[in-house]
């Protein structure tokens, strides 16, 4: 009897487990190995997974080319980075490599009588100082976001926007900073752009257009403006100007970090104070150099390579290569290449 029994058990559970058909069948769902295999994680183009941004920071990056971080220096170091550039301005300070650019329609400065007006300086490398502010650690775990762990600081300035004369030259035409850059990839470089003091449209905040980084480099000229355009402020000769714009309103220490082919300017001052900011370029050390003659960036090539001539004194042939590794720093990892 128990026998009969026992096969009598085993044959039901057999006739269960046999696959049925018609409406009686049932629904069958994948185990939990098959889900993991079937489901796609969201793919990243343009970050790393560093466990720092969120993924809704990482996918905004993405599709738009930028990301802002608000409040992130302090006032107290903002206050340190403006007295250095009032000493600078001043000449109490003289800093080895230091570019200091003036307003073509600017006579009175802000901070000398009877000189015009310091509208920015560039490549404070050598500044203990200002360079504090490319080696900032809560600045440097952003960046490795977009650079990889090996991180050379190769741009640095300080801008100093001017009130508007009336002849619109404290505008900054649209334009790309890979344009300036003769290193690759452009994926691996990134701008951190540090709001001074509160920037909104009234001083001359940053205008992007989204979006614009997934496109190529294109070709960059002076703008035919009536009031003239500061030196080396190159723009987009052609762009589609019905794109939307966002006009980036930061307040004091908020930070956005961008990618080189972003396309972005910045309106006029209608304010009577000058407007400041603070920024760096940061490439991965992994990052190659290019040669740039034949391409589009032919023509900043010659201009910056003049300029370097004469501020070195030398007569020597310079590429646009030259000039950039005089400039680049490492601050953090190893200097792989770059």
């Given amino acids: 009897m128990e026998g009969a029994a026992a096969a009598a058990r085993l044959g039901t559970i057999l006739r269960h487990l046999r696959p049925r058909t018609g409406a009686a069948a049932l629904t069958t769902f994948p185990a939990s190995a098959q889900i993991a295999s079937v489901k796609h994680p969201m793919e990243f183009h343009y970050t790393l997974d560093n466990n720092l941004l969120t993924p809704e920071q990482r996918h905004f ?33 003289q800093v080895p ?82 344009h300036y850059f003769p290193f690759r990839p452009a994926d691996l470089i990134v701008c951190s752009w540090t709001a001074m003091e509160r920037i909104d449209r009234s001083n001359g905040c940053l205008v992007v257009l989204p979006g614009t980084h997934k496109g190529s480099l294109k070709q960059h000229d002076y ?54 900011a603070i920024s760096c370029h940061y490439a991965s050390a992994d990052c190659h150099y290019i040669e740039v003659k034949g391409t589009s960036q032919e023509n900043i090539e010659k201009e910056v390579v003049e300029i370097a001539q004469r501020k070195y004194g030398v007569s020597t042939p310079m590429t646009l290569k030259d000039t950039w590794m005089i400039r680049g720093r490492l601050v953090k990892g190893d200097r792989t290449n770059l």
């Fill in 223 to 276: 703008p035919d403006w009536e009031g003239g355009v500061n030196k080396m402020y190159h723009g987009v000769r052609d762009y589609n100007k019905n794109l939307p714009r966002v006009h980036l309103v930061m307040e004091k220490g908020d930070t956005v970090f961008f990618h080189p082919l972003l396309i972005h300017g910045s309106g006029m001052n209608r304010t009577q104070g000058f407007r400041k």
């Fill in 61 to 93: 990056y993405d599709e738009n080319g930028y990301l802002v971080i608000k409040n992130l220096v302090s006032g107290e170091d903002i206050e340190c980075f403006r007295n250095e550039f009032a000493k600078i301005c001043k000449k109490e300070v």
């Fill in 97 to 178: 490599g230091l570019i200091i650019m003036r307003d073509v329609a600017i006579a009175k400065s802000e901070f000398v009588p009877d000189q015009k007006a310091v509208t920015k300086i560039q490549d404070f490398q050598e500044d203990e100082e200002l360079f504090r502010y490319c080696t900032m650690p809560q600045i440097l775990k952003y960046v490795e976001c977009f650079t990889g762990p090996n991180i050379m600081a190769m741009h640095t300035m300080l801008i100093n926007k001017p009130p508007d004369s009336g002849k619109k030259s404290s505008r900054h035409p649209m334009h790309q900073d890979l």
